[in-house]
């Protein structure tokens, strides 16, 4: 009843890909990336994207209740608009290109911001306190989200590049981006169902690995406690430089 032929290293990638989409959920984002990639491995790439999109929100609803009087919503009403033209391109996106055209599209998009972040603090080194971004950094954000996460479901390095350029704390990161992933990825259930990428083998797949995504959760949560913010930041950056290369290098 799964998705793919369940040998034991196709059972080993998805069961700690959904470990990791929890960890993520509730500590360091843009760590979904490299669960990405690793459901691609045991199964056909778009296909996994809408297994994929069912346990992020799982994790999503937890790090919501847990974390949702965190969240800045001067900042989500900035990012949200340029969401839907970005999840639409992505539709039709992934409508006509091949997995392998896919992955590297998405993943040199991921470097290019990677690139721009780590650039933006050599420039500022020394500037740690909470910035107000340009409105067009939040639009350029709002799309590139978009569109990666309706084509890989790999926008968390993209809202990770975004937060830690506004430099807010671990607390409104986390809280700040469960409400934006709850709201974005709700909103890609009509696009992937319209998509034929629903059959009852990815519902079983779910419910099969709800109980690892729930406790990867938790150990997520048990993390960020001991974390330091400097930690918390140096970690993201890392998570975002392999969630690219996983889709760079396993084509």
């Given at each position: 009843m799964l998705p793919f032929d369940p040998t034991p290293l196709a059972l080993t990638l998805v069961i700690g890909a959904a470990l990791l989409i929890g960890i993520s959920k509730t500590s360091v984002g843009g760590l979904g990336s490299v669960s990405v990639a690793a459901f691609a491995q045991a199964m056909p790439a778009k296909q996994s994207t809408a297994?994929?999109?069912?346990?992020?929100?799982?994790?999503?609803?937890?790090?919501v209740r847990a974390y949702h009087h965190h969240a800045d919503w001067s900042m989500l009403k900035r990012l949200l608009p340029s969401v839907v033209p970005g999840v639409m391109l992505g539709a039709v996106f992934l409508n006509f290109v091949s997995d392998?055209?896919?992955?590297?599209?998405?993943?040199?998009?991921?470097?290019?911001?990677l690139a721009m972040q780590l650039w933006q603090r050599r420039s500022r080194p020394a500037d740690t306190s909470e910035q107000v971004?340009?409105?067009?950094?939040?639009?350029?954000?709002?799309v590139a989200a978009g569109f990666t996460t309706m084509t890989a479901n790999a926008a968390g390095p993209v809202m990770a590049m975004y937060l830690l350029a506004a430099r807010v704390?671990?607390?409104?990161?986390?809280?700040?981006?469960?409400?934006?992933?709850?709201?974005?990825n709700v909103s890609k259930v009509p696009f992937s169902a319209a998509l034929g990428l629903f059959p009852v083998t990815t519902l079983w797949l779910t419910l099969?690995?709800?109980?690892?995504?729930?406790?990867?959760?938790?150990?997520?949560?048990v993390l960020i406690k001991r974390m330091s913010q400097l930690v918390f930041e140096r970690i993201t950056l890392i998570a975002s430089v392999v969630g690219a290369a996983s889709l760079l290098l396993l084509r």
């Open positions: 297994a994929v999109l069912l346990l992020l929100i799982i994790g999503d609803l937890v790090a392998s055209t896919l992955r590297l599209v998405i993943g040199l998009m991921l470097l290019v911001m971004l340009h409105p067009g950094y939040a639009v350029a954000t709002g704390d671990k607390a409104k990161f986390i809280g700040t981006g469960a409400w934006y992933f709850l709201l974005v099969f690995l709800l109980p690892v995504v729930l406790l990867g959760t938790v150990l997520g949560r």
